[in-house]
Every structure is written in structure tokens, then in C-alpha cells.
């Protein structure tokens, strides 16, 4: 694991974004990093409760995964091509790691999709923000972990404090999108509003989010569940959701297949 500072950190993940959009490759900062990145004003919140990044996260498109290397390559890093063909081998899935040999920060690309808990399709979603992925996808992506940690819940906090809920993706939690998500897989939605309710629930022992702060994020996070709730569901979450959690909703990730998560 990496000692650098978040800033660090921060600071390389948008020259690597840059680079592959100079090489007509499409990468799109995840996670801790890219909510760091979208919520500048709360920078100061999240050192408070000492939330750090240690590695970063990419999504990109299957179509680039070969020209990803020669880029980070260029970079400096080095392919972990044995752990690459490890994780195939286990899950079935594409996924790329990178090391720098200097500061031994971890990279993790992701393509076209985020299959953890539940699955999130990034394809034709990755345009829509630069240097991360949209703020709704950042949110659905610490929403489907089923076993939330308190990292998870900073980070999720402060998205919620800086983004309003709206229609459109542009620096706003596109309720629209999240809730034709949801309304599609009863599992996804029962993690993501299970969640939402904990992350509420969480809210009043932080005192980072105290006064106003608290009030802004329970007004958007009441906004956000009751169109979840309105939105009407397909055939397929009906039928789903007379099961309930009788049967499993959720995908297990193991500590192999969620690698660094931050």
C-alpha cells in the first residue's frame, strides 16, 4: 500500500485521465479519488474523519484494454498480468492492475461494467463527466457494497452534501437515472435503499455533518428514496421482490475480486 497523500493521489489519478484522453483512450476516475475530486469543498470534512485514499480506480471500455498497458507502461507502471489472469480465471471478468514500482500505488481498471455486490453498466456512461465517472454512478457504486463500511459512509455523506438531486447527470444525482436503475433488479434496489435508510440513521454521530450540513443531506437522501419508491417497477423486480431475502440478492466479493477497494 501506497503512503502518499490523498493530494497525491488526487493529482495522479487526473494526469492519467488526461493521458489516456490525449491517446483517444477513455478512462474515468472511481471511487474515494473521484468523489475527492467532485466535492471540493469538503475536502476538509473528510480529513477530519481521516478518510485517506490508498490506491486508485479506473473504469474504461473493453475496447482499450489492450492499449491500456503501452499507456501505463509509458507511465511508469508495470502490468500485474498474473494477477489480471487470477481474477479471470476466479470471476470471469476482464480486469487490469497496475503498479507503480516507485511509490507501490496500486491501479485497478474496471471494463464496461462494475460487477461487485450488484452489477453497474458503465457502457455509454463513461462521456457523460471528465475526470470521473458521473456523480450518480459514484453514488450507485458505494451503494451496491451490501457490507458498508464507515469508509463508504464518508464518502458517501459528502456526495450527498455537495450534489443536489435532479434529472440531468451534470454535477446532480440524477434521481431519473438511479431509480430506472433500481426499478429493474429488486436486489440492487434493496441494497441501495437499505443503504440510503443506514446512511441516515449513521448521520447524527458525526459531527463533521452537524447543523446545516445533516439537514442538506437528509432532505436529498428523503428526495432520492421517495422517487426510488415512485418510479414503477418492471415484471422481473416484482416477481423478485415476493422472494425477498429468503434467497440471496446480493453477489459475494471476496477480498481477491474487491483488490484495494477505496
Not at 507503480?100 to 463513461?126: A, G, S, W, Y
Not at 470521473?132 to 456526495?159: G, P
Not at 446532480?172 to 434496489?189: C, H, M, Q
Not at 437528509?218 to 421482490?241: F, N, T, Y
Request: proline share 2%.
Amino acid at each position: 500500500m501506497s503512503s502518499l497523500s490523498s493530494e497525491a493521489f488526487a493529482k495522479e489519478a487526473i494526469r492519467i485521465a488526461e493521458f489516456g484522453k490525449n491517446a483517444g483512450i477513455t478512462l474515468r476516475v472511481m471511487g474515494a479519488c473521484a468523489i475527492r475530486l467532485h466535492c471540493s469543498n469538503s475536502q476538509s470534512i473528510l480529513d477530519s474523519l481521516n478518510r485517506t485514499i490508498s490506491d486508485l480506480d479506473f473504469s474504461s471500455y473493453i475496447r482499450f484494454e489492450e492499449k491500456l498497458d503501452d499507456l501505463f507502461k509509458e507511465l511508469g507502471y508495470r502490468s500485474e498480468s498474473d494477477w489480471g489472469d487470477l481474477y479471470a480465471h476466479m470471476y470471469g471478468q476482464v480486469r487490469s492492475r497496475y503498479l507503480d514500482p516507485k511509490t507501490q500505488r496500486n491501479i485497478d481498471v474496471f471494463f464496461d461494467k462494475l460487477e461487485m455486490c450488484h452489477t453497474i453498466d458503465l457502457r455509454n456512461r463513461l462521456e457523460i463527466d471528465f475526470p470521473t465517472l458521473s456523480v450518480s454512478d459514484l453514488l450507485l457504486e458505494k451503494m451496491q457494497i451490501v457490507k458498508i463500511n464507515e469508509k463508504d459512509v464518508f464518502d458517501t455523506l459528502v456526495l450527498m452534501l455537495e450534489h443536489d438531486i435532479g434529472e440531468e447527470d451534470q454535477e446532480t444525482i440524477n434521481s431519473k437515472y438511479i431509480s430506472r436503475v433500481l426499478a429493474e433488479d429488486w436486489g440492487f434496489y434493496y441494497t441501495v435503499t437499505m443503504n440510503l435508510k443506514k446512511i441516515m440513521n449513521l448521520l447524527p454521530q458525526y459531527k463533521a455533518f452537524a447543523g446545516n450540513p445533516s439537514a442538506t443531506i437528509e432532505h436529498r437522501v428523503g428526495r432520492l428514496l421517495d422517487a426510488i419508491e415512485k418510479q414503477p417497477k418492471s415484471l422481473k423486480w416484482k416477481m423478485r421482490a415476493r422472494i425477498g431475502t429468503s434467497k440471496k440478492w446480493y453477489m459475494d466479493v471476496d477480498e481477491i475480486s474487491m483488490g484495494a477497494r477505496v
